[in-house]
């Protein structure tokens, strides 16, 4: 059972960097496209990002495009999340989530999630 952990979370300034993790256990996250998501209090959950494993390509939402930089280590079986520039508006738990590979593009569902990171940008 693939099992997902987010770390890297915290407290960061406006225009500062966090870096998060996304550590998979249980199985390989070869053959699996990967999506960031994050949540803000009372909003719905966004997605964020993700990499679709059979192109090796990265896509981002429009609100984090330029800012945000999806990478993956397949010998760590750790996905990250650079973000720079962080606004206010950022701030949110972030969670990362996986799902088989099967298409070209971005899926839209995703059967393994972790239990999210929390992100805060304030002054």
């Known amino acids: 059972q693939l099992e997902l952990v987010e770390s890297g979370g915290g407290l960061v300034q406006p225009g500062g960097s966090l870096r998060l993790s996304c550590a998979a256990s249980?199985?390989?996250?070869?053959?699996?496209?990967i999506g960031w998501f994050r949540q803000a209090p009372g909003k719905e959950r966004e997605w964020v990002s993700c990499?679709?494993?059979?192109?090796?390509?990265?896509d981002y939402a429009d609100s984090v495009k330029g800012r945000f930089t999806m990478s993956r280590d397949k010998a760590k079986n750790t996905v990250y999340l650079q973000m720079d520039s962080l606004k206010l508006e950022d701030t949110a738990v972030y969670y990362c989530?996986?799902?088989?590979?099967?298409?070209?593009?971005?899926?839209?569902?995703?059967?393994?999630w972790g239990q999210g990171t929390q992100v805060t940008v304030s002054s």
């Open positions: 990499i679709v494993d059979r192109v090796g390509s990265t």
């Open positions: 989530a996986a799902v088989w590979s099967l298409g070209w593009v971005c899926p839209k569902q995703y059967t393994n």
């Open positions: 249980g199985a390989t996250l070869d053959q699996h496209d």
